[in-house]
């Protein structure tokens, strides 16, 4: 009885492998059929209690909430620390330039505030995610009790940065224009 359980594993286990094999690389070469209903995407829940399919959608609203929570106290209007009152203008954003000269793209100009797709050339990337934190400020007016993001909240600045604030306004004339030719 004991040999013969033996004999059936020896002659199993490669089948066993075998088999499990074909089955993995189906699942990994899509070969498997997705289930029809998850066609059009698993719908998103959104805080205003809407849903969506658009992951951009819902990481534009995020991002939205982070700007007007972290930022906009500050960053709003005239008189605005370093002339920079427009955090909520997403245009604005992505055509204005900093005056600080410390940061410069590889086509020799001051960092955007946001340059589509490249969050490590967007000043407002760049100063939120400089940890220890730089901004909001490490020793805000008394009157101010910011919120400084989380990773959680930088992870989503970063995705909105790379691949949600398309089209560029400047295209054509960014470092992207100036690296590729
Ligand atoms: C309590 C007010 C306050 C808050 C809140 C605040 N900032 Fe600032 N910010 C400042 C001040 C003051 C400066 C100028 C001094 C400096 O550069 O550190 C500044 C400068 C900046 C600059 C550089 C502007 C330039 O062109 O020189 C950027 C970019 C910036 N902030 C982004 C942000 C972002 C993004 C947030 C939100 C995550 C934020 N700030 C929140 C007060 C604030």
Known sequence: MYKRAHLILLVCAPLATGCLHDFNDAAINGEAPPPTDDLDGFPIELDDG??????????TAKVTDL?????HVCHNGPGAPNGFGF???FNMLKTSRTFNSAYKDVDGLNFRYLTPGHPEHSFIYVRAASYPPTMPPPQPPADISPYYPKTTDLSVLNYWITSCTFPDPLAGTTMDAGTSG
């Open 87 to 89: 955090i909520m203008d």
């Open 67 to 71: 700007l007007e929570r972290a930022c």
């Open 50 to 59: 809407g849903t969506t399919t658009d992951v951009c959608a819902q990481n």
